[in-house]
């Protein structure tokens, strides 16, 4: 199972990523980009995150989306692509 997710995914292959950020994204931010705001929580510090949901056609689309938010200054969490194997993120 694990051979076949890392084969499948590519460099320029399109895909859905979870983008977790510290603090709120903006309407503003999320017109650039076709995905959703899943969630808006709070960590157990006390601080705000936000989880994205968003379809990228490729690296460079989701390269671009990481910039806006860096541009905006939101701090990233976390990139995760949805169908990954569980075992692959903690190797």
Not at 26 to 45: L, M, N, T
Not at 58 to 79: K, P, R, T
């Amino acid at each position: 199972m694990t051979d076949t997710i890392i084969n499948e995914i590519k460099f320029s292959n399109s895909g859905v990523y979870q983008i977790r950020v510290l603090g709120k994204v903006c309407p503003e931010i999320w017109d650039y980009f076709q995905g959703e705001i899943v969630r808006i929580s709070e960590c157990k510090s006390g601080q705000i995150y936000t989880l994205l949901k968003v379809y990228v056609r490729d690296q460079a689309e989701l390269s671009g989306l990481i910039n806006i938010l860096y541009n905006w200054h939101l701090v990233l969490l976390s990139v995760k692509i949805e169908g990954m194997a569980e075992e692959m993120e903690t190797k």
